[in-house]
């Protein structure tokens, strides 16, 4: 007789469809959609007897059939894939509250901040430059040490007080890419050659072109906060 599988307990399948509030990690990964979709609860190590809550992800229709039998001629949606936008979801949801979901592309939303008083627009425009100095002095090392990582986040920590707490939040980020960056370096000094060191190097190299991008994207996070009129 075939062996049952195991359904899914009634409380682990609230707690997966309440913390991705039924939007799939796929749609909103590719195609930025933050719309609830129709689905059902996909096995992410495709093992249907595996019930733990962290194997588990709500997916519409279409991407749980992509998932479930990908086709050996493509790649297939991987396990870290979703693991990854499910992150990035969960992260979204939690910054936007309801009703400011819009759609598409839930990053071109307007902040609209007050004009700065002249004393906190200065207080503002310490934190933007010292994180653009960081930035460039770290890109342009293509290195970080330690030291640099935490007089950054030292010198920045008032940004939670004189921005918001989502400009705090991305300041965080870019301390944690420069510490990581310091991280790989250091492992990469004591890795042989072979697969880790590769790997380790492919990470170092994509987390520079990250901190490279932030330039730019760090104009247009404080630029809100720094108009003048
Ligand atoms: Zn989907």
């Not at 991407?63 to 990035?88: C, F, M, V």
Request: aromatic fraction near 10%.
């Amino acid at each position: 007789m075939a062996k049952r599988r195991p359904k899914v307990p009634k409380k682990i399948e609230t707690e997966v469809l309440v913390r991705c509030k039924r939007r799939c990690p796929l749609c909103f990964g590719i195609d930025g959609n933050v719309q609830e979709v129709r689905g059902q609860i996909a096995h992410l190590d495709r093992d249907r007897e595996n019930n733990a809550s962290k194997n588990l992800s709500y997916m519409c229709q279409k991407h749980h059939d992509d998932y479930d039998s990908p086709r050996s001629q493509t790649k297939g949606y991987t396990e870290a894939e979703i693991r990854l936008y499910q992150e990035e979801l969960e992260g979204y949801l939690a910054e936007n509250p309801l009703g400011t979901w819009s759609y598409p592309a839930p990053r071109k939303q307007k902040i609209s901040v007050p004009v700065p008083s002249p004393d906190l627009y200065d207080r503002r425009m310490v934190i933007y430059r010292r994180t653009r100095d960081f930035l460039s002095q770290v890109v342009g090392n293509a290195s970080c040490s330690l030291q640099d990582a935490f007089s950054f986040a030292a010198d920045t920590h008032e940004a939670q007080f004189i921005f918001d707490a989502k400009f705090a939040a991305y300041l965080q980020k870019i301390y944690e890419h420069a510490l990581h960056l310091h991280m790989t370096e250091t492992l990469l000094n004591q890795l042989p050659v072979g697969e880790e060191r590769s790997e380790a190097a492919q990470e170092e190299h994509e987390n520079l072109l990250w901190l490279y991008d932030q330039g730019a994207e760090l104009a247009k996070r404080a630029h809100p906060f720094l108009r003048l009129s």
